[in-house]
């Protein structure tokens, strides 16, 4: 607890002490002084009802006097001071860190173009390093009700679209390690089916430290899903993601219904000299987040004992839409030679290979195919996570270059796939 919140407590409780009566406490204030009267007045207990009543409107309106002068004199000392707390913690609160447990200095993205560092971590984290990988700890019909920290929207304000960090307080219930999922549970009933919404599937985009560096949240990365109907350029409110708008428009505090942890196919590798090569569009960076992050930005063991090289290929329409960027700047800095990150960006870079046309993440792939396929020939694991349009055109890059290297694709990826080192989560 930080000391605006302590000393506004302090007040505030002192102010309770004095007006802070309900009800039922004024009556019992008042019981206890008519007993002290009838003790110290003589003859009143052989007092007629009538005086007896007289007594009791009396020594309750005295009571209650004494309490709103009490109230008047102590709103009237500190008003001042309690609006100035007041106002002070509601500027701290909205400002809780919901980017990273390494601790990004700056959370406003009202110019998405200035450059953030992050702080150096300042800690080393090991007390939650698992033998075995947490699943299912929490389901659907016995979830974990976490609340929300905050919520951020993290891309520019002209970047199409709406993506936000929503991190949500677990109270450390929630164990989970880089590369699993959530369910959420949209409150409300499915006004078709009348029954409750089916759960939402987000990948974690914090390590398992979570944004907070105790263990005690996690972090997602989720894009509003609105429809925009063709015939009149609006937004159909009966058309948006149940789920997606739900989180987006969360406010500190509310309660989230949650459940998990899931999945193990998108795990980092166990051999920690292994190379990774990441290759995202939009929010399917989320679990990659959570890998730079153990590896590049926690003093954690898998950052101590990792002698790899990570590679990022990421998809995104605008320089403003990037996800992330001081993390892979941190990580290309502090590290420059194990942390490398390559954007597509559509609306703005031409097509690298052709020299014509955008520039779209297939096409990072093919202008960095052999360095890419001497990595995965010595042992490297290669991750995709975005949604599910992306994969043809990323099978067909990769087809096509392994044909320019007399591979047979569908052998090749099967071998990958046998060694577990072929790695999809699409949505």
């Known amino acids: 607890m930080n000391k605006t919140t302590m000393l506004l407590l302090a007040i505030l409780f002192l102010g309770d002490l004095v007006l802070g009566f309900t009800p039922k406490e004024e009556a019992s204030i008042v019981k206890k002084n008519l007993k002290a009267t009838i003790e110290d007045v003589p003859g009143v207990i052989g007092a007629s009802s009538e005086v007896m009543q007289e007594i009791m409107v009396f020594e309750h309106e005295r009571t209650l006097r004494a309490i709103r002068d009490a109230r008047r004199e102590v709103e009237a000392t500190y008003a001042d001071r309690i609006h100035e707390l007041e106002n002070e913690l509601a500027r701290e609160l909205t400002s809780i860190p919901a980017v990273s447990a390494d601790q990004i200095l700056s959370k406003k993205r009202d110019d998405h173009t200035t450059k953030k560092k992050l702080v150096p971590p300042s800690q080393e984290l090991n007390f939650l ?27 520019g304000e002209d970047a ?19 590369g699993q999922s959530i369910s959420v549970l949209p409150p409300g009933l499915d006004p078709i089916k009348e029954k409750p919404y089916q759960p939402r599937l987000y990948s974690i985009a914090s390590s398992r430290y ?15 899903a609105v429809y925009v109907d063709p015939s009149t350029g609006l937004e159909d409110p009966n058309k948006k993601g149940v789920c997606s708008n739900f989180l987006c428009d969360a406010k500190f505090g509310d309660k989230v219904q949650i459940a998990g942890p899931i999945g193990k196919a998108m795990l980092l590798p ?35 004992a990792f002698t790899g090289h ?4 990421l998809g995104v329409p605008t320089t403003s839409s990037l996800l992330y960027p001081e993390l892979w700047e941190h990580a290309e800095t502090t590290k420059p030679d194990q942390f490398k990150a390559t954007f597509a960006i559509s609306r703005e870079q031409t097509n690298p290979v052709t020299g014509q046309g955008k520039c779209y993440v297939q096409h990072r792939l093919a ?36 044909n320019e290297r007399s591979l047979d694709f569908k052998a090749w990826v099967k071998s990958l796939k046998k060694e577990g080192r072929w790695h ?4």
């Not at 990774?276 to 959570?290: C, K």
Request: proline letters at 5%.
């Open 160 to 178: 199409p679209g709406a993506i936000c960090q929503i991190v949500l307080h677990t109270q450390g219930k929630l164990p989970y390690v880089e």
């Open 310 to 313: 990570c590679q990022l290929f």
């Open 424 to 427: 999809v989560e699409v949505y």
């Open 210 to 224: 979570g944004d907070d560096g105790a263990g005690t949240s996690v972090s997602l990365c989720v894009r509003r």
């Open 270 to 304: 166990d051999d920690e000299s292994a190379d990774i090569i990441m290759v995202a569009t939009g929010t399917g960076v989320a679990p990659f987040r959570g890998f730079v992050t153990r590896l590049f930005a926690e003093r954690t063991p898998g950052a101590a």
């Open 367 to 402: 202008q960095y195919a052999d360095d890419i396929f001497k990595r995965l020939e010595h042992g490297a694991h290669i991750y995709f996570c975005g949604l599910k349009g992306m994969m043809p055109e990323i099978e067909q890059t990769l087809e096509q270059a392994c």
């Open 129 to 155: 390093e698992y033998r075995d990988v947490p699943v299912n700890v929490f389901s659907k019909k016995d979830p974990l009700e976490a609340s929300v920290m905050s919520v951020e929207r993290i891309i």
